[in-house]
């Protein structure tokens, strides 16, 4: 079993950054793909990003890419998503997950493990 704890999320006006961080316990990361999900009010959960498991594939959502970095620190078993030029469109609330099979993929059924979701909301 993993536990997936987020933080990081919060109020921010428009053109603004917050960082979101992921801690797991319970078993070592490390070998292990990592997203980030978001869902809206009334919206399907959406991919965000995606990182493999050494951190040499990573992928992003075309919504996100240019203002979104995902990273990992596998000895502090943490992922990040630093997020920056916040749009209103960002507010979500922000899932991790984990996928065993390390396929740093974009659909959700493929993630093992989630967290409860760090709220992100953008005020324009």
């Known amino acids: 079993q993993v536990q997936l704890l987020e933080s990081g999320g919060g109020l921010v006006q428009a053109g603004g950054s917050l960082r979101l961080s992921c801690k797991a316990a319970g078993r070592p990361l490390g070998f292990y793909a990592m997203g980030w999900f978001r869902q809206s009010p009334g919206k399907e959960r959406e991919f965000v990003a995606a990182i493999s498991w050494g951190s040499t594939t990573t992928d992003y959502a075309d919504s996100v890419k240019g203002r979104f970095t995902i990273s990992r620190d596998n000895a502090k078993n943490t992922v990040l998503l630093e997020m920056s030029s916040l749009k209103p469109e960002d507010t979500a609330v922000y899932y991790c997950?984990?996928?065993?099979?390390?396929?740093?993929?974009?659909?959700?059924?493929?993630?093992?493990?989630w967290g409860q979701g760090t709220q992100v909301t953008v005020s324009s």
């Open positions: 997950a984990v996928e065993t099979a390390n396929r740093a993929t974009r659909s959700m059924g493929e993630y093992d493990y």
